[in-house]
Nanobody
Framework: QVQLVESGGGLVQPGGSLRLSCAASGIGFRFRTMAWYRQAPEKQRELVASITYGGRTNYADSVKGRFTISRDNAKNTLYLQMNSLKPEDTAVYSC?????????WGQGTQVTVSS
């Protein structure tokens, strides 16, 4: 059974940090390129970062130098370390494969950056 479960979101002040996790099952995680996406209110979902099974990473320009994507293939878990957070990072963050599948979307985790 396919399941992607995101966690780690919350309310944080500008300049703060959060670490998101995505526990995966049923998708052959260790062989897949995985990605984090986000969707802000009234905006389209956008790709934030991706990582190949070998660890090669790619980032949206808006998060380069602030966010770090990583993975633990032994734990079937994807991570997103977010530093120097800005109000414009406020969104629901979700994980999926690099070519997202509709049936893989989970509930996501809300990140709110506000003072």
């Amino acid at each position: 059974q396919v399941q992607l479960v995101e966690s780690g979101g919350g309310l944080v002040q500008p300049g703060g940090s959060l670490r998101l996790s995505c526990a995966a099952s049923g998708i052959g995680f260790r062989f897949r390129t995985m990605a984090w996406y986000r969707q802000a209110p009234e905006k389209q979902r956008e790709l934030v970062a991706s990582i190949t099974y070998g660890g090669r990473t790619n980032y949206a320009d808006s998060v380069k130098g602030r966010f770090t994507i990583s993975r633990d293939n032994a734990k079937n878990t994807l991570y997103l370390q977010m530093n120097s957070l800005k109000p414009e990072d406020t969104a629901v963050y979700s994980c999926n494969t690099d070519v997202p599948r509709q049936d893989y979307w989970g509930q996501g985790t809300q990140v709110t950056v506000s003072s």
